[in-house]
């Protein structure tokens, strides 16, 4: 970091200081390509159930080994909806029904992390710097994807939807935060009168100082115009690092692609939701899990919504650190596991199909013995999404990706 970028980060601290619920920091972006593409991605925090989002009902061993959460098989009201011969959806994720059948919703199977730990946070770590079993990584790739995208100039060119700024986002480049709560409060700062005294404090420095301190300013008001009159019906629990359960966070979808519909110049956005870590009662077509799933399917269908027109130049990826146990355990819930699924939403997505390599759950294929196994690499998904949705080249995808080099050709249908 040389002596301009240090004073950026340096200001950028400061002036979050003074700006409850913003942080962001700012750094000249690298930019080599020129699409205006956008990225959305939402981290299901917890590890989800992939086999109860997906059902695998044409596998009977997904019966023997479920037999108080496992749904029944699409054929009556209440149950799996079909998505082809052999799967179904969670019937509380009706609500993305019309897009899976518009071919704008596609799911990933058996895929996930390499990596073997089955510790929250530590997955969540590596999912979020997009390095494995890398535990002193200083970035997240959301933030090297920034350094290859063209710097717009824009103070939301990146949005965070949490309370603080996440991994995937840790970096040099501008991040602009807002935190949701139970009701949006304003923060001393967006009195007119404090905002005044601070803005005389800064001005006429012509220095990186006032420059960083302008444009925390300049998010945090486009924020707070975009979202004028709107309450989220959601709190902060400590749980699932700080995000806020999906069933207490209704508004994220309208929220955000409001945000993102007003301002053009959005070009990421992440969303962190938990209370998927189901080790107890997780129910089947109806319970825990059914609940959360009701609201993150009407959310991300309100999502899509929002967005407008843009919808078509937006990919959702949805994502999760890792699954759970192919068994049930004796509490009618599931234990952390291994391999997972990815959810893909928007306009170029090539949808209404399942992706991935999937070999039944009989015993011999089940990773350890008791686990999906990760037949997909998640930075395989990622990258053939980003590099064609993004127009990104061989060179910039393994600048987001050190180390990794993406060559499962069995992905390149995904984008059209």
């Known amino acids: 970091m040389n002596r301009r970028e240090f004073l950026k980060a340096a200001g950028m601290a400061t002036a979050s200081c003074f700006l409850p619920g913003f942080q962001a920091w700012a750094v000249e972006s690298n930019s080599k390509t020129s699409s205006n593409k956008k990225l959305v991605v939402v981290f299901l925090r917890g590890a989800i159930d992939g086999l109860n989002v997906v059902v695998p009902h044409g596998d009977p061993a997904y019966y023997s080994m479920r037999q108080k959460i496992a749904l029944q098989a699409p054929g009556s009201p209440g149950t799996a909806l079909a998505l082809d011969r052999d799967f179904a959806l969670h019937p509380s994720l009706a609500a993305l029904m019309p897009l899976w059948q518009k071919k704008k919703l596609a799911f990933v199977l058996n895929a996930g992390s390499p990596d073997p730990t089955r510790s929250h946070f530590d ?43 996440p991994r995937i986002l840790a970096g040099p480049i501008a991040a602009a935060t807002y935190a949701p709560s139970a009701k949006r409060r304003r923060a001393p700062i967006d009195r007119a009168d404090i905002s005044s005294e601070f803005q005389q404090m800064y001005k006429g420095r012509n220095d990186d100082l006032e420059h960083a301190f302008l444009e925390g300013i300049a998010a945090r008001n486009t924020i707070n115009t975009a979202l004028a009159g709107d309450e989220m019906n959601a709190e902060m629990q400590a749980a699932n690092g700080g995000a806020l359960a999906a069933n207490k966070f209704g508004g994220f979808g309208k929220q955000l692609g409001k945000l993102m519909h007003d301002e053009a110049k959005v070009q990421v956005a992440f969303v962190a939701l938990g209370g998927f870590d189901t080790h107890v009662n997780q129910g089947n077509e109806k319970g825990q899990l059914a609940n959360q799933l009701n609201v993150l399917g009407t959310g991300l269908s309100e999502l899509s919504a929002a967005l407008g027109p843009s919808f078509d130049d937006t990919t959702i990826m949805v994502i999760s650190e890792f699954g759970r146990t192919a068994k049930e355990n004796g509490n009618g819930g ?48 990622i990258s053939s999404v980003i590099g064609e949705h993004l127009r990104l080249s061989q060179s910039q995808l393994e600048a987001i990706f050190p180390g990794f080099k993406f060559t499962d050709k069995s992905l390149s249908s995904i984008i059209v």
């Not at 390599?357 to 997909?376: A, F, I």
């Open 123 to 165: 997955a969540q770590d590596y999912m979020e710097t997009g390095m494995p079993g890398n535990k002193v990584a200083s970035t997240g790739w959301m933030q090297r994807l920034l350094a290859q995208m063209p710097d717009n100039h824009s103070p939301v060119r990146a949005i965070n939807v949490g309370s603080t700024t």
């Open 334 to 381: 599931t234990d952390h596991g291994h391999g997972n699924l990815i959810w893909l939403l928007g306009g170029d997505i090539n949808g209404g199909k399942l992706y991935g390599r999937w070999n039944g759950m009989s015993q011999k294929e089940l990773y350890e013995g008791r686990d999906l196994p990760v037949s997909t690499d998640f930075r395989s998904v």
